[in-house]
């Protein structure tokens, strides 16, 4: 049951929103959806459950929000992998990002919208299919980019865009879940370099 905030509305928070929303994507991040539970959530932003429900609203709203900053911040590579200018070079930082992101000293290991997903019961369904969504539009962003690159002779006309586009975020999703059991980046770039070397040939 959610908490209704106490007080006069317009009462300032007393904390700052960015600072706790960064807090709880950590958490998530680390402990996926249902292993965050509100009071590691409220304890690692430092705020009552009630100003958590007041400021971000109810727990899958929270991670909703959270979610969306992971996609601004430690996984915009995604975006910015799609403006290299071959077919392969998207491929190459995808994955590259991929390693980076997932292996960071400062961050927890492998990737928040996979790890999240990973034991989610029906009570978060919801979480389920919001991150089935994230990945897809995902899968869709590289497939409609390798698109492109057919028609541009980047990529031999007979390539198939949808599949190729499949096997690299199954290549960037298997890197995210041997990242969290701690496979070092040495290792998981190597795995990248041979499955890059059968790339279709322009």
Same mark, same amino acid.
């Given at each position: 049951?959610?908490?209704?905030?106490?007080?006069?509305?317009?009462?300032?928070?007393?904390?700052?929103?960015?600072?706790?929303?960064?807090?709880?994507? @950590?958490?998530?991040?680390?402990?996926?959806?249902?292993?965050? %539970?509100?009071?590691? @959530? &409220?304890?690692?932003?430092?705020? =009552?459950?009630?100003?958590?429900?007041?400021?971000?609203?109810?727990?899958?709203?929270?991670?909703?929000?959270? @979610?969306?900053?992971?996609?601004?911040?430690? %996984?915009?590579?995604?975006?910015?992998?799609? +403006?290299?200018?071959?077919?392969?070079?998207?491929?190459?930082?995808?994955?590259?990002?991929?390693?980076? &992101?997932?292996?960071?000293? %400062?961050?927890?290991?492998?990737?928040?919208?996979?790890?999240?997903?990973?034991?989610?019961?029906?009570?978060?369904?919801?979480?389920?299919?919001?991150?089935?969504?994230?990945?897809?539009?995902?899968?869709? =962003?590289?497939? +409609?980019?390798?698109?492109?690159?057919?028609?541009?002779?980047?990529?031999?006309?007979? &390539?198939?865009?949808? @599949?190729?586009?499949?096997?690299?975020?199954?290549?960037?999703?298997?890197?995210?879940?041997?990242?969290? =059991?701690?496979?070092?980046?040495? +290792?998981?770039?190597?795995?990248?370099?041979?499955?890059?070397?059968?790339?279709?040939?322009?």
């Amino acid at each position: 049951m959610e908490t209704k905030q106490n007080g006069p509305i317009g009462r300032p928070r007393g904390f700052d929103a960015a600072e706790a929303l960064e807090r709880a994507m @950590l958490v998530f991040w680390e402990h996926g959806y249902e292993g965050a %539970s509100l009071a590691r @959530l &409220t304890n690692a932003m430092g705020i =009552s459950t009630t100003s958590m429900y007041a400021a971000f609203g109810n727990k899958e709203a929270l991670f909703r929000k959270a @979610l969306e900053r992971y996609t601004e911040g430690p %996984s915009a590579y995604l975006d910015r992998a799609l +403006e290299e200018p071959t077919a392969l070079g998207v491929a190459a930082a995808i994955l590259a990002g991929t390693i980076r &992101t997932t292996t960071l000293a %400062s961050h927890p290991q492998g990737c928040m919208g996979v790890q999240s997903a990973l034991a989610v019961g029906d009570s978060g369904q919801q979480v389920r299919d919001l991150l089935v969504a994230w990945r897809d539009n995902g899968y869709a =962003s590289v497939r +409609e980019r390798f698109q492109r690159a057919v028609e541009d002779g980047d990529l031999p006309a007979e &390539t198939d865009p949808g @599949l190729l586009a499949r096997y690299v975020i199954t290549l960037a999703h298997g890197i995210a879940v041997q990242a969290a =059991s701690g496979v070092c980046r040495d +290792e998981l770039q190597a795995m990248t370099d041979a499955a890059l070397r059968t790339w279709p040939p322009a």
